[in-house]
């Protein structure tokens, strides 16, 4: 339910905060007067696309804060837990518009991409527009309007399901059977390929190693003479740095006796000696692996030169081949695997089907079920609404040829205005006022269908009157009765005085300023309200009577 909403520089309010009620809440004021501003506050905070034309003048920012309570089995809840945002009762969303045209949405004070603030937007609210009721002449809808009713929404999503994994598993089989006619050319380039490498047999980090060693190789002789050269410095000879630091280290040994100080440098030139013993023995192992060998050079350039034109020949780098090698052998084994695999793909298309055709068939059952039970009582609801001769019906049209991800059938409402007339579609038989009313009726039997418990209706009274406008005004209240939370927008007297809750909206011109503001009227000022409604721009006392009598007939 829809606790609050804020309103900062939308158009022409400046600033609202506005506290709402469970029940039903009308919204009146003259013709422009902006009503419609409070609609596109609170479809920017559910996530709708902003319109740069909203902000309202000179203002840099617009924001639209709102805060929804969130009964204990709302499915916003998994929805959140789903996203590792906060779980509360209070549910808290945030949209930011500016005038350099970016726009920020929030969820709990948590920044989200704007779809998945609609996401939550879509599971909070309902919204029937003044033109909304076209719907009903769009055959689509028709199929959705159905499964809510029959509590099989879950169900129709399913059937998409299973729909598109039998499309999976045909485009799959398809395409392998596409691959298997031009198998036997690609199986032989596949061979060759694959014997090629498996005979170069490229190993990861073999082509480095091998530079490497190359690089010792070709200049072995000048290595060679530079070890020698430094093994003779450091230990060939009385002079050699080993001799010297060995010497040095026994001569401070033998008096360390008599000074402490002299055992620190004792030792530490006794640790030199044998560092540079190990670095003796470290050369001398290196010179025995420098013997210059020019035909060991020849294989190596023999080999780096095999390696890089394979690297070149197939645009790879030298220690990505063995991989390649890998996948070549892998599609060759499915080349070679092309009858069983197409089995299993035969096996897993006749299982897909079968699951589509249990789930739709499943599916087809609620339907015809449900489309008795939703034509019944949408005509009770007509009748309420003073169609009495209005007859409605949902007609189902089994579908020929290939499975359908909507289901078997497709799904037409229907209706006679008048006795004696044939049902047709709504678009050939309707008018605006009475697809109004049946748009309200619909709403009225799918009211507990949905988990949505706030519905907003802008102008559904439009082009209704008298007692079919108090019937309207019946209608909605009845339909908050039932634990929703109901807004309406009317123009209507007979509709407003049916509101638990009455909100004016009015158009003030200060200076060079206009601003809209939003009002909650007491008792009295809805007397004053309704009968501005009845009067016009002059009220009378007889207005203001009727307007009083309005308002103890609707208690």
């Known amino acids: 339910m829809l606790q609050r909403l804020q309103i900062d520089n939308i158009a022409l309010i400046i600033r609202q905060e506005l506290q709402l009620q469970p029940g039903l809440t009308v919204i009146t004021g003259e013709t422009g007067a902006g009503k419609s501003m409070i609609l596109d506050a609170l479809n920017l905070v559910l996530g709708e696309r902003a319109d740069s034309g909203l902000l309202r003048q000179g203002s840099e920012q617009a924001t639209v804060q709102s805060t929804f309570y969130l009964a204990s089995d ?50 909070l609210v309902d919204i029937h ?11 689509h809808s028709h199929l959705a309007i159905l499964d809510a009713y029959a509590g099989c929404t879950s169900l129709a999503t399913s059937v998409r399901e299973a729909w598109q994994h039998w499309q999976d598993a045909q485009n799959a089989l398809e ?17 060759y390929q694959v014997e090629e490498l498996e005979k170069v047999a490229v190993q990861p980090g073999e082509l480095q190693e091998l530079e ?28 050699s740095a080993i001799t010297l630091v060995h010497q040095a280290a026994g001569e401070l040994e033998g008096v360390a006796n008599l000074d402490a100080a002299l055992q620190t440098l004792a030792a530490a030139l006794r640790s030199l000696h044998y560092e540079l013993d190990d670095v003796a023995e470290r050369l001398v192992h290196y010179r025995s692996g420098l013997e210059s060998d020019p035909l060991l050079l020849e294989q190596m350039d023999e080999r780096i030169a095999q390696i890089r034109l394979l690297a070149r020949k197939h645009r790879r780098q030298a220690d990505e081949l063995p991989i390649l090698l890998e996948e070549w052998r892998n599609e060759l084994n499915l080349l070679d695997d092309f009858d069983s695999l197409e089995v299993k793909l035969q096996r897993e298309l006749k299982n897909a089907r079968r699951v589509y055709d249990e789930q739709a068939t499943e599916l087809s059952k609620a339907r015809q079920v449900a489309a008795l039970g939703l034509q019944k009582e949408v005509e009770e ?11 409605f019906a949902v007609s189902l049209t089994p579908l020929t040829g290939e499975p359908r991800a909507s289901g078997m059938e497709g799904v037409a409402l229907l209706v006679s205005a008048n006795p004696g007339e044939p049902l047709k579609p709504m678009r050939q038989v309707a008018s605006g006022g009475e697809l109004s009313r049946i748009m309200l009726a619909l709403r009225s039997v799918l009211a507990d269908a949905a988990p949505i418990a706030t519905l907003i209706f802008d102008e559904v009274d439009a082009g209704v009157g008298g007692r079919v406008a108090d019937a309207i005004g019946a209608k909605l209240a009845r339909i908050a009765q039932q634990g929703k939370q109901v807004i309406a927008i009317t123009h209507l007297p007979q509709v407003a005085a049916r509101g638990a809750h009455h909100w004016r909206v009015e158009k003030q011109v200060n200076g060079q300023q206009t601003q809209v503001t939003i009002s909650v009227l007491n008792q009295e000022e809805r007397v004053e309200e309704l009968a501005r409604m009845l009067a016009g721009e002059t009220i009378t006392r007889p207005a203001r009577e009727q307007a009083e009598e309005l308002l103890r007939m609707a208690r």
């Open 74 to 123: 709302h499915p916003l809840h998994q929805w959140l837990q789903e996203r590792e945002m906060p779980a509360e009762e209070e549910l808290f969303l945030r949209r930011v518009i500016t005038s350099g045209g970016r726009s920020r949405a929030f969820v709990n004070e948590v920044a989200v991409p704007l779809n998945v603030l609609k996401q939550a937007g879509d599971l």
């Open 381 to 391: 609801q007509l009748r309420e609404l003073y169609m009495a001769n209005t007859r």
């Open 129 to 139: 527009g003044q033109h909304d009721h076209q719907s009903l002449l769009d055959s």
């Open 212 to 239: 490497n060693q190359r690089g010792r190789q070709a200049h072995a002789d000048r290595l060679a003479q530079t070890v020698d050269h430094a093994l003779e410095a450091l230990h060939h000879g009385r002079s």
């Open 175 to 191: 395409t392998l059977r596409k691959k298997a006619a031009d198998a036997e050319s690609r199986r032989t380039f596949l061979a």
